[in-house]
């Protein structure tokens, strides 16, 4: 078996599982401030994530766990080379869990506007920040002798922005989904808009951003070529990003939810597909960091991945359970944010 290629794909699982999960209250973060107007709404927005969001996180700490023991020497470029943004990132990620935390500690209506507004802003920087990264990769980056070249200013071209901004535009339709799903009455109303800038940004950012892709980097449909039925992906990616405006029009909410999960879920595996063999690209002509230069021993592996099929389970029993157990529309309980 080759586990290096079975650990690539695990990985994309894992990535997966985070931008349809974490995605979603992203999204929510991003339009706190936006379409909640009073404190009660801003407490049923803060609540229709509240019992997940910590539980969603788990599988981007799970991702960098299984890069580091998977492919070390990828772990150590990307975490070297992207250093000043991956520290930003980390950041907004603890200013939004404190966000969350200490929001309603207090009845001070500034306190609470400081908090509410360092949520949403956090909430955006992370996307930003992962999106530039998932740019760069895409548009390749340059590699000396396994490190990365240039600073941090050199990361921030064109393409990596419009990829920032298609994964900000993603994540707040896939959010305003959700929350149409989790709330009712005039919160509810007040998020249908959102549901339809949301997508107008996302389907112009897609078409400009695969156009720019296509034009620019042509070799990320190279796996396409060679294995025509994997167009079969696209085709149903395209299908469930029309099917959201149709389903949004026609009041299936559930519907158009699962488009979006759809959707993150093919962009994912799309990347994986532009990038495979590479963890690492190189610019055209340069040097790239393959899944194969970079994977620990075969030994390893096969360990990581006896551990990874009796662990993966517990994960997705847990996932599972929490997301039934706390179905239905957001209430405000004793215990709420």
Known sequence: MDWATLWFLLLGVLLAGYAILDGFDLGVGMLHMLVARTDHERRLVLNSIGPLWDGNEVWLVTFGGALFAAFPEAYATTFSGFYIPFMLLLNTLIFRAAAIEFRSKVQSPWWRTFWDVLFSGASLGTTLLMGVT???????????????????????????????????????MHGSIYLYLKTEGELQERVVPWMWRTFGVFNGLYLLVTMATLVARPG??????????????????????????RS??????????????FVVACLVFLLGA??????????????????????????????????????????????????????????????AY
């Not at 990365?148 to 900000?168: E, I, R, S």
């Not at 949004?248 to 999960?261: E, L, N, R, Y």
């Open 220 to 245: 990320v449909t190279r796996h396409l070529q060679a294995y025509p039925a994997a167009w079969l992906l696209v085709v149903a990616n395209i299908a469930a990003v029309m099917n959201i405006p």
């Open 274 to 335: 532009a990038l495979y063999p590479n963890l690492v690209p190189g610019l055209p002509g340069g040097e790239s960091l393959t899944i194969y230069g970079a994977a620990s021993s075969e030994a390893t592996l096969q360990l990581m991945a006896i551990v990874a099929a009796l662990g993966m389970p517990m994960v997705l029993s847990y996932t599972a359970i929490v997301y039934w157990t706390f179905r239905g529309k957001v209430t405000l309980g004793e215990n």
């Open 134 to 172: 998932v740019g760069n990769l895409v548009w390749g980056v340059e590699l000396v002798d396994g490190v990365m070249q240039g600073g941090t200013l050199d990361k921030l071209h064109p393409y990596a922005l419009a990829m920032g901004g298609l994964a900000v535009s993603l994540f707040a």
């Open 248 to 261: 949004i029009f026609k009041g299936q909410a559930g519907q158009a939810f699962a488009s979006s999960t």
